[in-house]
């Protein structure tokens, strides 16, 4: 994550008046949740985002890391796709779910589930939210990595996947349905891992027996 | 369900004054939200309810049927157990999971994924809606079905099938996840049946090959 702590240093001098860095991160965040919502991903540009925010575009790279990380930071969800999908598909299919489910849940716990419960609160109070999860599992992450890996149908795989993803979230930092909201990242890894393999790689046609 | 639609008819006059039908309901849902919350579902009783709401305990089953219904209706959750349960279990357990599926999407859909959205918001919300699903998905179905089949670790099960559940309600309602969203009862229990039945009656172990 290149997104910095530090408050002081380089922000730019822009409508005559300083800014400080957290305010510059601010209406940058500000600015993409609006900007990826009303475009889209692939659509919104980070000169678009900069502009409305009022501040320079140098700022995404140096806050950010670029637009995806921007779009991550917007959207409150612990994964950048342009370094962590390379990374989770760098050990083959057979265990993606595995790799999937140990960077979740890292992050996650890391956050002691805060960032997963902000999320599920904006869903449930602003559209936008919905619209960014939506296009964060459609487009941003779970599709990228699901078409590198040339399975039938998957954009319903992805569906799948995100209903599985965000199913554990809401069951173990949300509603905390115990012994799952305190198991080791082993347990739910040998519990839900087989079942979101197969949503990646598996038959889902529903021609395997019982 | 035998809660009715009319307004009229039964109302009991206590505190010196007439309750429409809506209005012993709506007392009724609130201090059912209350108790079920403070005291859970086993120790909560009809009497205590009734007697917050300020109406006669006859009332819990004249509009709900019954302790099970009053819960299922506070908690916007679209299964009876009383009525349900034994529904489910009546087919065998190894179809137990497309039985799930079908009751959960026949009652959501039925509303349009209303019933499903309203209580997520209520959940992000609310801290009691929260205790509620809880004790719903612990006690009052998912534990009272998997302690039918005599599987290994009962709760770990309940909570599993909880998140998968709750995933496709959030994927399907929420954040309308395509084509997920819009697929037919028998896509998703070909897609999802698999795995919710694995969940319920099979090896969760990890012991399993890739």
Redesign the interface.
């Known amino acids: 994550m290149s997104s910095g702590i530090d408050q002081g240093g380089t922000e730019p001098k822009r409508r005559g008046r300083r800014r400080s860095g957290a305010d510059t991160k601010a209406a940058l965040l500000t600015a993409a949740r609006e900007i990826f919502t009303e475009q889209g991903y692939d659509a919104a540009t980070v000169r678009a985002i900069a502009g409305r925010a009022g501040v320079d575009p140098a700022m995404v790279n140096h806050w950010f890391g670029g637009k995806a990380g921007l779009f991550t930071a917007a959207v409150r969800i612990p994964i950048n796709p342009d370094d962590d999908v390379p990374q989770l598909l760098a050990g083959g299919p ?2 993606l779910a595995e790799r999937m489910l140990r960077r979740f849940l890292s992050a996650w716990d890391n956050a002691g589930g805060g960032q997963f419960v902000a999320l ?2 904006s ?3 602003h559209d936008n939210a ?1 619209t960014m ?2 296009e964060f ?2 487009s941003v992450v779970f599709m990228r990595l699901i078409k590198t890996l040339g399975t039938d149908q998957p ?2 795989r ?3 996947c ?7 979230g ?3 930092y ?8 305190s ?1 080791d990242h ?2 739910v ?7 979101l ?3 990646l790689t598996g038959d ?3 021609a ?1 027996g ?1």
């Open positions: 057979e265990q599920m609160r869903i449930a109070t919905v999860l939506r599992i459609q954009e319903l992805a569906a799948l995100g209903a599985q993803i965000v199913g554990l809401m069951a173990r949300v509603v905390r349905l115990e012994p799952l909201a198991a082993d347990v890894v040998a519990t839900i891992g087989p079942n393999q197969r949503y889902i046609s529903g395997t019982p």
